[in-house]
C-alpha cells in the first residue's frame, strides 16, 4: 500500500472529503481478514429474508417403504398454510416434487405433478422448483417445467438465478449424466448425478456478478462424496468458495437430513416430506436470513431446527460480503457526517 506524505512537524492540516475518501479507499482495499470498525452503522445493510422450502414430497396413489405418497397432498396443504400464515417472502421444494406408479404410466404421472402443484400454488407469494431425480423418472425435464410455475422464470431453463430483499437466489440443476445427458423419462441412474461444465461456467459468472450474499437451492449434496452426493460436488464447492459471497446451501434428496459447514458455508439438508405416515411426520422450514447475516432455520414437525452464524466480516458495511471500495464510502459518509473529519478546502500546510 502507498501511504499518504506524512506532514513535517508543526503543520496544522485540514483534511477534506476528498482526501479523506481518498486515503480510505486505500486503506481498505488491502485489507483481506479483519474487521475494520468495531460496529455497525444502523441501516446500513439491506433488509432480512425469511423464506420456506420443502422437499421430497414424492405425491403419487401409492405408498411403498416409509414413503407415504399418497398422503402428501395434505402434508403440503398444511405447509402453505402455514406458510401464508408467516408470510415468508416466497417459498421453495426442493426436489422430487412428484413420484410415479410401478410400473410408470406417464398419463398418471403427468396428472400427480398437477395434483401437488395446484396446492403449491396457492401459497400467496414467488413459487420456485429445484428439479430432483424422480422429476424426471417417467417424464422429461420439459415436461415437469411447463407444468409448474417458476414465478418470473422461463419455463425453458432448469437451473437460475434471482435478487430479492438484498439477496442473490441461485437455483442448481444437478440431474445430468456423467456425460452431460440431461435425464429423461428416467434414462439415469440416482447416483450418476452431475452438474456439468456448461453450468458450472454459468454459475462462476452468475456469482461473480451477484448483487449481495448468496443463498444457493439443490436437490442432490454437495457437502461430501457417496450414492446421494454430486459427482463433482467438489468443483462445485470450489466455485461457491471462491465467490466469497455463498453463506449456506439447502438441499434436499437424503431423506433423513443433514447438516454439514465446509470453509465458512452452511450445508444444510431438510427431511423429506413423505417420510412416515400422518402429520406427525410431516417436515418443512422458514429459513430467516438476519440483517448481520446469520441464518436461522425455524422447523415444524420433523425438521430440525438451525442456527448458522453470520458469516461476512463487520467491515462488510453494505451486507453483500465483499470488503470493497463501497464499504469505504458507507464508513467515511458516515464519519463526515457525525462530524469526526472536517470537510474544507484541500490540504495545505501553514508556514510557521
Partial sequence: ?????????????????????????????????????????????????????????????????????????????????????????????????????????????????????????????????????HDMDSISKSQFLTNVENTCISPNVSYYSFDLNGLHIVILDANYLSDGTGYDHGNFSWTDTNIPASELEWLKQDLASAGGPVIVFIHQLLHGTGAHYVNNAADVRQILEASGRVLAVLQGHYHSGAYSQIRGIHYYTLRAMVEGSGAENNAYAIVEVHSDRSITVSAYRKAVRREFPARCSIADLNGDCVVDFKDCAIMVEKWLDSGLVESGPSPRPRRR
Fill in 1 to 133: 500500500m502507498r501511504n499518504q506524505p506524512i506532514p513535517p512537524a508543526h503543520q496544522d492540516w485540514i483534511i477534506t472529503r476528498r482526501v479523506f475518501l481518498k486515503a480510505s479507499a486505500a486503506s481498505l482495499t488491502s485489507l483481506t481478514v479483519g474487521p475494520l470498525i468495531s460496529h455497525t452503522f444502523a441501516g446500513s445493510r439491506p433488509n432480512t429474508a425469511r423464506f420456506g422450502i420443502v422437499t421430497d414430497s414424492h405425491y403419487a396413489n401409492r405408498n411403498y417403504s416409509n414413503r407415504f405418497c399418497s398422503e402428501s397432498l395434505d402434508k403440503m396443504t398444511e405447509c402453505v398454510e402455514l406458510m401464508n400464515k408467516q408470510k415468508a417472502d416466497f417459498l421453495v421444494e426442493l426436489g422430487d416434487f412428484k413420484d410415479q406408479d410401478d410400473p410408470p404410466v406417464e398419463e398418471n404421472t403427468i396428472s400427480y405433478l398437477q395434483a401437488v402443484e395446484a396446492i403449491f400454488r396457492q401459497f400467496r407469494g414467488p413459487i420456485h422448483h429445484v428439479l430432483g431425480n
